[in-house]
């Protein structure tokens, strides 16, 4: 609950900043990425799989949560992307919606 937490402020954080310093966005970014790597590892590994996905889906909070972050991060494109480094954008548009793809496909299977 605390990582999915995390992951969302981090989320409003950037919704709300437009004028935002790139190395302030490029951290969030590849925190964001860390994140998902390991939520996608938890949930597909078969030690850890069915505690972690009981976990994110048992309560009715933790399955709201849960689905908010997935749909959120899955979706393509971000307003703030424009002032930011390219390498920075390919990571925020290539790895993170994929790896949020990924994970909420496994969740939601």
Excluded at 15 to 37: C, V, W, Y
Excluded at 63 to 75: H, K, N
């Amino acid at each position: 609950m605390s990582i999915l937490q995390l992951l969302v402020s981090e989320m409003d954080r950037e919704a709300g900043s437009h004028n935002e310093l790139p190395e302030i966005f490029k951290e969030r970014t590849f925190l964001m990425r860390e994140i998902l790597i390991l939520l996608n590892r938890l949930v597909s590994s078969p030690s850890y799989s069915t505690t972690v996905l009981r976990e994110l889906t048992d309560t009715r909070d933790m399955a709201s949560l849960t689905v908010d972050v997935t749909t959120r991060l899955s979706r393509k494109g971000n307003e703030s992307e424009q002032q930011q480094e390219s390498m920075v954008k390919q990571v925020r548009r290539n790895e993170i919606v994929d790896l949020a793809r990924l994970f909420k496909k496994r969740v939601f299977t």
